[in-house]
């Protein structure tokens, strides 16, 4: 019986584990598509790692799939939206953006997020925003145009075409983590990580044909492979796997944090593997978007305290 505090203990760790891995996954996955972006297409890139990823995942969600069918039909419009979201949507732009960007911004871009799926919450569900989330969003947003400006903010205010894809990449993605909380619980999980995969691959297919005839080949390779089976087996099969079961140990609210970890991940493979500077207006935004985070989160010694204390 003493050993199973110590037991409990060690096995809280295993979701944090969890979901480590799975956002250093897709921080790898941002990373590596900019080392590789001047050979390899964005939505060759996008297409072949959603393929690898359905290949990957079917044994695992078929049966779920196959349950929850009827289900799908009484819900086919929503489940058609995510998957054009979550899977060919959000991916495809982050590529398209990562071929005239640093990784290094994109990245940083991503811990705007949270705050994003606050907005989409307020124009698409009409849940206002408290005063406190107002003053995280415009905090965070101040951080955000510094980057996507590279720090002409007041001087020479310009916006990066790339850094505008990348941020409407992320809106994208939020409006996905928004709507897909209007799913029937029981569509949730395996079904629909099935669904919108399978989905998605079959949605970017034709402007991947259109990008192979009018643009560029997707070329055959020891790298082209290499990056896809990484990106579909671990960015998108293990990556997702290791992320949902995190969400089922520790629910949404506390996995969700863990999504700041891939601009952590993401600079330092940056500079590690491409060879990337950090630039002051890069640190300065870091800053503004950290605040933000931190107005988000901060919770009222109140409510946290025993009125004894």
Not at 86 to 96: E, Q, T
Not at 106 to 116: E, K
Not at 182 to 191: I, T, V
Not at 208 to 218: D, G, I, N, Q
Request: glycine share 6%.
């Amino acid at each position: 019986m003493a050993d199973q505090p110590q037991h409990t203990q060690s096995l809280a760790w295993f979701p944090i584990l969890l979901a480590t891995i799975a956002t250093m996954s897709w921080a790898g996955n941002i990373t590596l598509a900019k080392l590789v972006n001047a050979n390899i297409p964005p939505l060759g890139l996008s297409f072949w790692r959603w393929a690898v990823a359905a290949v990957v995942l079917l044994p695992f969600v078929y049966k779920p799939m196959k349950d929850k069918w009827p289900l799908f039909k009484q819900h086919f419009r929503l489940v058609l939206l995510l998957a054009l979201l979550g899977v060919a949507g959000y991916n495809s732009l982050v590529y398209i953006a990562l071929e005239n960007t640093l990784s290094t911004n994109v990245v940083i871009l991503q811990s705007a997020s949270p705050l994003m799926i606050l907005l989409v919450q307020f124009f698409l569900l009409k849940q206002a925003a408290t005063l406190k989330q107002t003053l995280a969003i415009l905090t965070s947003a101040i951080g955000v145009l510094l980057i996507i400006t590279k720090g002409q903010l007041v001087t020479d205010f310009a916006i990066g075409n790339s850094e505008l894809i990348a941020l409407f990449g992320i809106l994208v993605w939020a409006t996905y983590s928004v709507l897909v909380q209007k799913l029937p619980d029981a569509l949730k999980g395996l079904p629909i990580l099935g669904y919108t995969v399978c989905l998605g691959v079959v949605m970017i297919l034709p402007f991947y044909v259109a990008e192979s005839v009018l643009y560029e080949t997707m070329p055959i390779s020891p790298q082209s492979i290499a990056i896809s089976l990484y990106t579909g087996v671990f960015a998108s099969g293990i990556a997702f796997w290791c992320w949902n079961t995190a969400l089922m140990r520790m629910g949404a609210a506390t996995t969700g944090q863990f999504m700041h970890l891939i601009p952590v991940f993401g600079l330092v493979f940056s500079m590690l593997l491409l060879g990337e500077r950090m630039e002051t207006y890069h640190y300065v935004g870091i800053a503004f978007i950290v605040s933000g985070l931190v107005i988000a989160n901060i919770r009222r010694r109140a409510t946290q305290e025993s009125p004894s204390s």
